[in-house]
């Protein structure tokens, strides 16, 4: 082998192996949002109440009907249109109490995002409008 392509050779093999070890970087302590979009990713204070209070149900894990409206475990598979969209529902529903649903704040009565929350998570959606 000339040495040229022998060099070739080894560089490609370099930069596999860099590929390899260097996956796509993800957000930290969030392995169910994929391909993060910056400008509409949901950032870890807001996730967190997601996590605590709408996932049981908007989530992979959770029910079929409160995922077919919003997925949170699908959340950066969603355009930016429809980030913005929900979005908005999310903090309609919240900020008016009707999610969570009231049988599950029965239940889950420490899991009901508090007022700081909700401002929270509605500045959050402000922000990406
Ligand atoms: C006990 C299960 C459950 C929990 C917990 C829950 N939801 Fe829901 N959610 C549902 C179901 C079921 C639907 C679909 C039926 C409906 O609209 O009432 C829904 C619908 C929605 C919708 C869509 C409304 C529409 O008409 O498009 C939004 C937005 C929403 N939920 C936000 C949230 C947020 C934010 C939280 C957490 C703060 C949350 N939900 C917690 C079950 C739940």
Known sequence: MKKVTFM?????GIVAAALMVFKPATVSGSEDRLFPDPSTT???????VFQKSCMDC????????ARGKVNFSKWETYDAAKKVKK????CE???DGSMPPKGWKKNNPDDVPSQTE??????????IK
């Open 8 to 12: 070739l050779f080894i560089l490609t």
């Open 42 to 48: 949901i950032p870890d204070s807001v996730f967190s």
């Open 58 to 65: 908007h989530s992979d894990d959770g029910s079929a009907m």
């Open 87 to 90: 979005a908005g529902a999310i």
């Open 93 to 95: 529903e919240l900020s």
């Open 118 to 127: 909700v401002t929270r998570v509605c500045n959050w959606v402000k922000s």
